[in-house]
């Protein structure tokens, strides 16, 4: 029954938020974007150099497929901005508060409004970008892999949902503090950065031939996992701790 109540409040918010243009049109450009991108490099790699596209998207599988986290979390951010900081902008927040929900059943709510839909996002980007990536690939006569690879799999499907959990941690703690949309933006695009952490550790352990340290990948993602996790337990433990409707209607 009280996780009904929460996915009537996170329809609600989702629906919301999708009638800004700024997270509408966002939300579709920013999850096109990496699917785009890493389907047009193999597009490209596969009609230039056919004998070796599938060694060539091998060695760039760990620097590119960070990209799809990146540019799929984000939304994260803009969804739970408008389903806590816009209530305020809106002048709903105050009516929301005071329905007969608690306390856990709202914030719930609020939480499932950005992480469902992310992580569908999410999940969809790599779906479309290993099902095109086959298909130019057999157009081509090479064979079939995996792009996003395994490492990338672990990375995006793994690490990727505990930072998106991460990321609308960090919305509610400082939902309270910031009095517009575009604020909450800033505050919390600093925790998908820590997805660079993957994209830029590979590079350094490039040699001259383009090849890239597997060790050096693998621990890069661990990393990466790590910090979202510990990211994640601390900020959701001041979250709950914080989240209450009263002291935030009377900021």
Same mark, same amino acid.
Not at 45 to 61: F, G, K, N, R
């Given at each position: 029954?009280? $996780?009904?109540?929460?996915? $009537?409040?996170?329809?609600a918010d989702l629906r919301m938020a999708m009638k800004v243009k700024m997270v509408k049109y966002g939300l579709v450009m920013m999850t096109a974007m990496a699917p785009i991108m890493l389907i047009g490099l193999v597009l490209l @790699?596969?009609?230039?150099? !056919? +004998?070796? *596209? *599938?060694?060539?998207?091998?060695? @760039?599988?760990p620097m590119m497929s !960070?990209?799809?986290?990146?540019?799929?979390? /984000? !939304?994260?951010?803009?969804?739970?901005? #408008?389903? =806590?900081?816009?209530?305020?902008?809106? #002048?709903?927040?105050? +009516?929301?508060?005071?329905?007969?929900?608690?306390n856990r059943e709202l914030l719930i709510g609020k939480v499932l409004s950005s992480f469902i839909p992310t992580i569908a996002l999410l @999940?969809?980007?790599? =779906? /479309?970008?290993?099902?095109?990536?086959n298909i130019i690939l057999t157009s081509v006569g090479a064979e079939v892999?995996? &792009?996003?690879? *395994?490492?990338? $799999? &672990?990375?995006?499907?793994?690490?990727? !949902?505990?930072? /998106?959990?991460a990321v609308i941690s960090v919305m509610v703690l400082i939902s309270g503090r910031v009095k517009r949309v575009y604020e909450a933006y800033q505050s919390s695009g600093a925790t998908v950065m820590i997805f660079l952490i993957p994209l830029v550790l590979p590079m350094m352990s490039m040699n001259n031939g383009g090849i890239v340290d597997m060790n050096l990948v693998w621990m890069s993602n661990?990393?990466?996992? @790590?910090?979202?996790?510990? =990211?994640?337990? *601390?900020?959701?433990?001041?979250?709950?701790?914080? &989240? #209450?409707?009263?002291r935030i209607v009377s900021m």
């Open positions: 029954m009280a $996780l009904r109540k929460s996915m $009537l409040v996170a329809r @790699l596969a009609l230039s150099a !056919p +004998a070796v *596209v *599938v060694t060539m998207i091998t060695m @760039l599988d !960070p990209v799809i986290g990146i540019m799929v979390i /984000v !939304p994260a951010s803009m969804i739970s901005a #408008n389903a =806590l900081v816009g209530e305020k902008e809106q #002048n709903t927040l105050e +009516a929301l508060l005071c329905t007969p929900l608690t @999940l969809g980007s790599v =779906l /479309v970008t290993e099902i095109a990536t892999i995996l &792009f996003p690879g *395994v490492s990338s $799999l &672990f990375l995006l499907l793994v690490a990727g !949902p505990i930072l /998106v959990a661990i990393i990466t996992l @790590l910090i979202a996790s510990v =990211l994640a337990i *601390v900020t959701w433990t001041l979250a709950i701790r914080r &989240f #209450n409707r009263d």
